[in-house]
């Protein structure tokens, strides 16, 4: 499972599992424990995880939410310090931590809030998705060092 496989449905709580398309729209299941299924017609506003991105400052406009994601993971694993119900104060402070060049003015308290369930959600029913890329790293860390050996030898 990747990023482009979990939905927001807007005015539906929580995250989505892409089952599969229908010529109407899309089958969908919830994440979390409960897998309650779920019909998307073509009229509702589905927004899949792959596609979202948080506004910045930055001359790319934007830094795509799997990447806020990692970030996140790697600075601080399973204890983030904030809840969706923390302080608008604390949770600008987060996100300013975490991404120090984000648009103030385009990123809003409900935005922030949404990253952090959703963070949550992913953490607990797909960690596979914020953790592989350490182990990624790991990979392709471990065949430079044997490249750099062997020109060592010669």
Same mark, same amino acid.
């Not at 599969?20 to 969908?28: D, E, Q």
């Not at 990253?115 to 607990?124: D, E």
């Given at each position: 499972m990747d990023f482009s496989e979990i939905a927001s449905v807007a005015g539906k709580g929580g995250l989505f599992k892409v089952v599969?398309?229908?010529?109407?729209?899309?089958?969908?299941e919830s994440l979390d424990e409960s897998k309650q299924k779920l019909i998307a017609g073509a009229t509702q506003r589905i927004s899949v995880l792959s596609d979202i991105s948080i506004y910045t400052t930055t001359q790319e406009g934007s830094v795509p939410l799997a990447d806020v994601f990692k970030k996140m993971y790697a600075e601080f694993n399973d204890d983030l310090g904030v809840t969706p119900t923390s302080d608008s104060d604390e949770l600008k402070a987060f996100i300013k931590?975490? +991404?120090?060049? #984000?648009?103030?003015?385009?990123?809003?308290?409900?935005?922030?809030?949404?990253? +952090?369930?959703? #963070?949550?959600?992913?953490?607990?029913n797909v960690p596979e998705l914020i953790k592989e890329e350490k182990k990624e790293e790991k990979k392709k860390a471990a065949p430079k060092a044997k490249a750099a050996k062997k020109s060592d030898d010669k």
């Open positions: 599969k398309p229908t010529r109407t729209g899309v089958i969908l931590h975490i +991404i120090p060049e #984000y648009d103030e003015t385009r990123v809003y308290v409900s935005d922030i809030k949404k990253v +952090i369930n959703w #963070y949550q959600s992913v953490l607990a």
